[in-house]
């Protein structure tokens, strides 16, 4: 893996320096190319798209375009400017920081197809994870795919939620089988089971209410036979006395 970087960072060198944006690629050829300056570029690019996806990409996706204001070459060049860089792989930084920004459309529909979840509802760190490792599987096959996974779980460990491995870790490792069939599988790995649509949440049925007192002694009052009934709290129905009538003879 280091000679092939070496040989892309060597060919980056004749890139035209009149155009920032097609200028990512530093022209030094004396900075590391290990695996440690490797790791350390993809802890920078973590937090460079960050920076990006949390500016300049939401801006363009609520329709703010005139708000743009953060390319990724200025998030590189500023990276770069505030940041002691001599042991980061600079040729593999400024690499990902150009291309993932070109490809965010193809990486992202990528990673939704394994997702459980819409993408925007994402958190912007695991988001930033997902478009590292769905990159590095797709445009760098000379990385291990383990090694892809691997280091995705390292930079959620150091920036990442507590419980967002299992969503990183799952998709990568589908993503994995999509991309790197014949590597996964050779690895006698079995195909992993597919996301399942988080199901939507039950409407509660709605609880009949118990009917008021009033209406209740009002039903209780009215007996089935249809005729009123005399309250019992009302006196009893005075009869008019009857007197035997005299005799007027007497």
């Known amino acids: 893996m280091t000679d092939h970087l070496k040989r892309i960072d060597n060919a980056a060198t004749s890139t035209d320096t009149q155009n920032p944006e097609q200028d990512l690629h530093t022209s030094e050829s004396s900075y590391k190319t290990s695996h440690t300056a490797v790791r350390k570029a993809r802890r920078f ?3 460079g798209l960050y920076e990006w996806l949390m500016t300049d990409y939401r801006f363009t996706q609520d329709g703010q375009d005139n708000w743009r204001d953060n390319a990724p ?3 590189a060049a500023r990276t770069r400017a505030t940041n002691a860089m001599h042991t980061v792989h600079l040729g593999y930084y400024h690499e990902m920081m ?7 459309n193809e990486l992202d529909a990528l990673i939704a197809a394994h997702l459980d979840r819409d993408i925007s509802k994402l958190d912007m760190v695991e988001h930033a994870i997902l478009l590292i490792g769905a990159y590095e599987l797709k445009n760098r096959i000379e990385v ?3 090694v892809v996974l691997d280091e995705a779980m390292k930079l959620n460990n150091h920036f990442g939620a507590t419980d967002a491995h299992k969503l990183i870790n799952a998709v990568l490792d589908r993503l994995a089988y999509e991309l790197r069939s014949v590597e996964v599988q050779a690895d006698g790995k079995t195909q992993p089971t597919p996301a399942k649509p988080s199901a939507p949440k039950a409407t509660p049925k709605a609880v009949p209410q118990a009917p008021k007192a009033a209406a209740v002694a009002d039903t209780a009052a009215t007996p089935t036979s249809g005729k009123p009934r005399i309250s019992a709290k009302k006196g009893a129905v005075k009869r008019e006395r009857t ?3 005299t005799d007027s003879n007497d």
């Open 98 to 104: 150009q291309e993932i920004p070109q490809q965010i």
């Open 45 to 47: 690019v973590l937090q």
């Open 144 to 146: 291990p795919y383990k």
């Open 73 to 75: 070459h200025d998030i």
């Open 243 to 245: 007197t035997p009538k």
